[in-house]
């Protein structure tokens, strides 16, 4: 299994207690700037961009095993012997499986608006109307932007996928920083559950789920609890599926 060196930004003194924090798909560590910055006061913290996202390495799959070696080759490359690990959306599916896989490594665990059942295929829609928008005529985010508002209407979803839209400085040229056709194929695998039945992390572990997301449900609880028997669980009332961006 070949690992990539994940791209990471860091906050905090180095000899504070690790925190490893994992974004969601199509996301990347500018969307964790805010929080990693409060935690950064008590905390070494450390915002990973996951294989083919932000300005980590492209790779041509997406597994599990893969995902999780990544982060891992990362903590073993920056001496973090034991961390606690915060992971939202697909990295809390990654953080999960990680724990599972690695316990004497994790500190502890937080999970932030997903649990271990199937999902419809994240983002579709928006892989759709990425995969359509014609980069090579571009001439400002701008232009993307009111192409991108037909399919996707809601104004801060789309800012979120346009914060994956690079242009290089020299021949003015637009690209996706993800690797999108990798990404788009893996969709399926990705919407499944990291975790099988009978595995179990007994560490400490929070859930963290939005009131108005539909990726937690209350009877989501006593499954989780059968992963992680430690599993306390916070409820936001007032937000969606990106709790740390909504409060």
Request: charged fraction near 20%; include cysteine.
């Given at each position: 299994?070949?690992?990539?060196?994940?791209?990471?930004?860091?906050?905090?003194?180095?000899?504070?207690?690790?925190?490893?924090?994992?974004h969601?798909?199509?996301?990347?560590?500018?969307?964790?700037?805010?929080?990693?910055?409060?935690?950064?006061?008590?905390?070494?913290?450390?915002?990973?961009?996951?294989?083919?996202?932000?300005?980590?390495?492209?790779?041509?799959?997406?597994?599990?095993?893969?995902?999780?070696?990544?982060?891992?080759?990362?903590?073993?490359?920056?001496?973090?012997?034991?961390?606690?690990?915060?992971?939202?959306?697909?990295?809390?599916?990654?953080?999960?499986?990680l724990?599972?896989?690695?316990?004497?490594?994790?500190q502890?665990?937080?999970?932030?608006?997903?649990?271990?059942?199937?999902?419809?295929?994240?983002?579709?829609k928006?892989?759709?109307?990425?995969?359509?928008?014609?980069?090579?005529?571009?001439?400002?985010?701008?232009?993307a932007?009111?192409?991108?508002?037909?399919?996707?209407?809601?104004?801060?979803?789309?800012?979120?996928i346009?914060?994956?839209?690079?242009?290089?400085?020299?021949?003015?040229?637009?690209?996706?920083?993800v690797?999108?056709?990798?990404?788009?194929?893996?969709?399926?695998?990705?919407?499944?559950?990291?975790?099988?039945?009978?595995?179990?992390?007994?560490?400490?572990?929070?859930?963290l789920?939005?009131?108005?997301?539909?990726?937690?449900?209350?009877?989501?609880?006593?499954?989780?609890?059968?992963?992680?028997?430690?599993?306390?669980?916070?409820?936001?009332?007032?937000?969606?599926?990106?709790?740390?961006?909504?409060?």
């Amino acid at each position: 299994m070949a690992v990539v060196a994940l791209h990471s930004t860091r906050s905090g003194a180095d000899n504070a207690p690790p925190v490893v924090i994992l974004h969601g798909l199509l996301g990347s560590t500018r969307n964790w700037t805010t929080i990693a910055r409060e935690l950064g006061k008590d905390y070494a913290v450390h915002c990973l961009n996951l294989r083919n996202h932000g300005d980590s390495p492209h790779a041509d799959s997406m597994r599990w095993s893969e995902l999780v070696g990544d982060v891992m080759h990362y903590a073993d490359a920056h001496g973090l012997e034991r961390f606690a690990i915060v992971g939202h959306s697909l990295g809390g599916k990654v953080a999960m499986r990680l724990a599972v896989d690695h316990p004497q490594r994790v500190q502890s665990l937080v999970v932030v608006d997903i649990v271990q059942r199937n999902y419809p295929p994240f983002h579709a829609k928006a892989f759709g109307a990425m995969e359509r928008l014609d980069l090579s005529g571009l001439s400002s985010r701008q232009e993307a932007e009111r192409i991108l508002q037909t399919d996707l209407p809601d104004w801060g979803f789309r800012q979120f996928i346009l914060t994956n839209l690079g242009r290089d400085p020299q021949s003015q040229q637009f690209h996706w920083r993800v690797n999108l056709p990798v990404l788009a194929s893996s969709l399926a695998r990705m919407a499944q559950p990291s975790l099988s039945e009978g595995e179990v992390y007994h560490g400490p572990t929070l859930l963290l789920a939005g009131g108005k997301s539909n990726f937690v449900k209350p009877e989501d609880e006593s499954m989780m609890q059968a992963f992680f028997p430690q599993l306390k669980v916070h409820w936001l009332p007032d937000v969606g599926h990106n709790v740390h961006v909504e409060d």
